[in-house]
Antibody, heavy 121, light 107 residues
Framework: EVQLVESGGGLVQPGGSLRLSCAASGFTFSDHYMDWVRQAPGKGLEWVGRTRNKANSYTTEYAASVKGRFTVSRDDSKKSLYLQMNSLKADDTAVYYC????????????WGQGTLVTVSS | DIQMTQSPSSLSASVGDRVTISCRASQGISNSLDWFQQKPGKAPKSLIYAASSLQSGVPSRFSGSGSGTDFTLTISSLQPEDFATYYCRQYKSYPITFGQGTRLEIK
């Protein structure tokens, strides 16, 4: 069974940093691109960023709203995905989801349960 | 950026109804579109990929169609568990973008 479990969310002050983790199980993690998607309270879904797999040199893509502040990374040996968030703003307050990307199709097939990040003083 | 526009934004329907939700892309995306269902307080669930292919385990009352700029999600006979918010997403180009959502409510 595919499982994605996020952790690391919490309350952080504006300008602060936080690192989210996503532990994957039940599939060959190293084969897949992995994404982060967020959802502000009462709002819709917003794509945050992507890490490709080793075959594609672990290259990354980001939404304009987070580029230069957030970094997506992965550790295939630990079957883990990360989101390093720096210079956090109130607008970054959201539930952050880890999402698996289907190999060669690039759709989203599995989502984690999400972790809440609150940026407030 | 490719803008994704869903219509309607909200919809009231009854159990057993046939429901259609539309999603329009601001430029052609071939069939690089998927649909998700989200219930309050829960993570989204993937329903349809490549515009018309059903994800494993998704009931056959859900179907998707379209290509290019215009897409449709159809629920052939609404069940009580289908009342939720539905989102489309394009993955043709970066940045990946979602529709604003369609809230499906019980009439």
């Amino acid at each position: 069974e595919v499982q994605l479990v996020e952790s690391g969310g919490g309350l952080v002050q504006p300008g602060g940093s936080l690192r989210l983790s996503c532990a994957a199980s039940g599939f060959t993690f190293s084969d897949h691109y992995m994404d982060w998607v967020r959802q502000a309270p009462g709002k819709g879904l917003e794509w945050v960023g992507r890490t490709r797999n080793k075959a594609n040199s672990y290259t990354t893509e980001y939404a304009a709203s987070v580029k230069g502040r957030f970094t997506v990374s992965r550790d295939d040996s630990k079957k883990s995905l990360y989101l390093q968030m720096n210079s956090l703003k109130a607008d970054d307050t959201a539930v952050y989801y880890c999402v698996r990307v289907t190999v060669n199709i690039y759709s989203f097939d599995y989502w984690g349960q999400g972790t809440l990040v609150t940026v407030s003083s | 950026d490719i803008q994704m526009t869903q219509s309607p934004s909200s919809l009231s329907a009854s159990v057993g109804d046939r429901v259609t939700i539309s999603c329009r892309a601001s430029q052609g995306i071939s069939n690089s579109l998927d649909w998700f269902q989200q219930k309050p307080g829960k993570a989204p669930k993937s329903l349809i990929y490549a515009a018309s292919s059903l994800q494993s385990g998704v009931p056959s009352r859900f179907s998707g169609s379209g290509s290019g700029t215009d897409f449709t999600l159809t629920i052939s006979s609404l069940q009580p568990e289908d009342f939720a918010t539905y989102y489309c997403r394009q993955y043709k180009s970066y940045p990946i973008t979602f529709g604003q959502g369609t809230r499906l409510e019980i009439k």
